[in-house]
């Protein structure tokens, strides 16, 4: 199974981050009983080369405690500089008490013990899913990850050596990365995200079709939600785009997505996408 072959891409973000810890096994494991065929995940890379499941290049003191069980004061250790062995130390199964990303999500259930995993782990979960990789380089800290290009040719070793090429689309903000693998591997499914700018800076969407120009396996734009409105879904079709918008995660906003004609979302709380499309 393809992405091509889905009618629409239903993505769980993290997993299902509103519901349970994100970007872990044991997160995920709980998404896909709620029957969501796609899961989005971020990845970083180890001192020794290791693609692992992160969506933060430093350890985020909001969901990280020691093998003491101590929250983290501060973020860090940046896990480019960690070895695996080193960053397994750490349990990532809950979010720390009374802070603000413990407000924003009051419905995650803990499970304590979670571990970052592997994106080897990960994809062996299950043949049927299909993942959305999200790589995590930053142009303007370029010593805080692997470089693009090195991230993503291990990411695909990793897709590669578990059969899981056809199952994965990648996306990344840093398209540095995108374009070393639309040139090198044209059969691997690719994204552009974006998020809202100022209200003067250049179109998204005008930039996506520049970029994308000529490319077969790269039709997709993955804008922030609050970007959209149903002329720039138009738009984007238009150009040949699919548009995949990422912060949808109340009833309404999915609706409105639905209404617009979207070609799949990417939310926290793929619970409730999944009531609103049974009902359609």
Known sequence: MTFASRDFALIGHRGARGLFPENTLEGFTATLALGVPMIELDVAVTADDIVVVSHDPLLNPDLTRD??????????????????????????????????????????????????????DVLALDSRILWAIELKTFPQHPDLTAAPERMADLVLGVAEAQKATARIILQSFDWRGLDHVRRRYPEIALAWLTEKQAPRAVSALSRVIAAVRGATNAARWMPQF???????????????????????????????????????????????????????
Do not use: C, M
């Open 67 to 120: 093998r003491e069980g101590r929250w983290l004061s501060a973020p860090g250790p940046p896990i480019r500089q960690l070895r695996f062995e080193a960053l397994r130390d750490y349990d990532v199964g809950r979010i720390k008490p009374g802070s603000a990303y413990a407000r924003r999500f009051p419905e995650q259930s803990p499970l304590d013990g979670a571990r970052v995993p592997t994106l080897a």
């Open 226 to 280: 609050a970007e959209l409105d149903a002329a720039r879904v138009n738009g984007a079709h238009a150009q040949g785009l699919s548009v995949i918008p990422w912060d949808v995660n109340d009833a309404a906003s999915i609706a409105r997505a639905l209404e617009w004609r979207v070609d799949g979302i990417i939310t926290d709380r793929p619970d409730i996408a999944l009531r609103s499309l049974r009902a359609r």
